[in-house]
């Protein structure tokens, strides 16, 4: 995922996800949201395990 930072006008910032936009009012916002989006896409995540269903007997 690419993850871009842009300031639009004096006090509105740009976090864009790939075709995703989302508007801060500061590039501190933006800032910490980008940090965090980044902390969760680099998190430990685990795949469920899916058990097939017993066969009806």
């Known amino acids: 995922m690419k ?3 842009k300031e639009l006008a ?4 740009q976090v ?3 075709q ?3 508007t801060f009012r500061s590039e ?3 800032r910490a949201f980008t ?3 980044e902390a969760r896409i680099q998190a430990p995540h ?3 395990i899916l058990h097939p269903q017993r066969a009806a007997g």
């Open 3 to 5: 993850i871009l930072i």
């Open 35 to 37: 940090r965090t989006l």
């Open 16 to 18: 864009r996800l790939d």
């Open 20 to 22: 995703h936009a989302v």
């Open 10 to 13: 004096k006090s509105q910032w």
């Open 46 to 48: 685990q795949i469920p």
């Open 28 to 30: 501190a916002e933006a």
